[in-house]
C-alpha cells in the first residue's frame, strides 16, 4: 500500500501565497513521476503540475509563472509553491503519486485526500 499525506492548504486571499507537500510512504519504491491536480465542484479534476523522478516539470497554462513544483527524492515528497494566488486558484488539491514497487515492479497510481485551497478576493 502507499500513502500520501497532504499539508499546506487553507485560506489566503488574492496575490498571497501558499505551499502544499506531500510525501508518499508505506512500501519501498521508486517514484516515476508525482504531481498535483484539482477539482471544483461540478467539474473534473485536472492537472495543475507534474514532476518526474528525473526533474523533468509539467505545468498547465493558467498556473504557469506562478506555480512551482519541486521534489525531494530522499524525503519522497513533492511540493507545490503556489504564488500570485487568483480566486479561480480555489479547488480542492490532490497529490497523485506513479510509483513501482521495487521488490514486485507493481506499479501504483495512488491519491491523497486532498487540501482546500481558498483564494478570496
Given at each position: 500500500?502507499?500513502?500520501?499525506?497532504?499539508?499546506?492548504?487553507?485560506?489566503?486571499?488574492?496575490?498571497?501565497?501558499?505551499?502544499?507537500?506531500?510525501?508518499?510512504?508505506?512500501?519501498?519504491?521508486?517514484?516515476?513521476?508525482?504531481?498535483?491536480?484539482?477539482?471544483?465542484?461540478?467539474?473534473?479534476?485536472?492537472?495543475?503540475?507534474?514532476?518526474?523522478?528525473?526533474?523533468?516539470?509539467?505545468?498547465?497554462?493558467?498556473?504557469?509563472?506562478?506555480?512551482?513544483?519541486?521534489?525531494?527524492?530522499?524525503k519522497?515528497?513533492?511540493?507545490?509553491?503556489?504564488?500570485?494566488?487568483k480566486?479561480?486558484?480555489?479547488?480542492?488539491?490532490?497529490?497523485?503519486?506513479?510509483?513501482?514497487?521495487?521488490?514486485?515492479?507493481?506499479?501504483?497510481?495512488?491519491?491523497?485526500?486532498?487540501?482546500?485551497?481558498?483564494?478570496?478576493?
Amino acid at each position: 500500500q502507499v500513502h500520501l499525506v497532504e499539508s499546506g492548504g487553507g485560506l489566503v486571499q488574492a496575490g498571497g501565497s501558499l505551499r502544499l507537500s506531500c510525501t508518499a510512504s508505506g512500501i519501498i519504491f521508486r517514484m516515476n513521476q508525482m504531481g498535483w491536480y484539482r477539482q471544483t465542484p461540478g467539474k473534473q479534476r485536472e492537472l495543475v503540475a507534474t514532476i518526474t523522478s528525473g526533474g523533468s516539470t509539467n505545468y498547465a497554462d493558467s498556473v504557469k509563472d506562478r506555480f512551482t513544483i519541486a521534489h525531494d527524492n530522499a524525503k519522497n515528497t513533492v511540493y507545490l509553491e503556489m504564488k500570485s494566488l487568483k480566486p479561480d486558484d480555489t479547488a480542492v488539491y490532490y497529490c497523485n503519486a506513479k510509483l513501482t514497487q521495487m521488490i514486485t515492479g507493481y506499479k501504483y497510481d495512488s491519491w491523497g485526500q486532498g487540501t482546500q485551497v481558498t483564494v478570496s478576493s
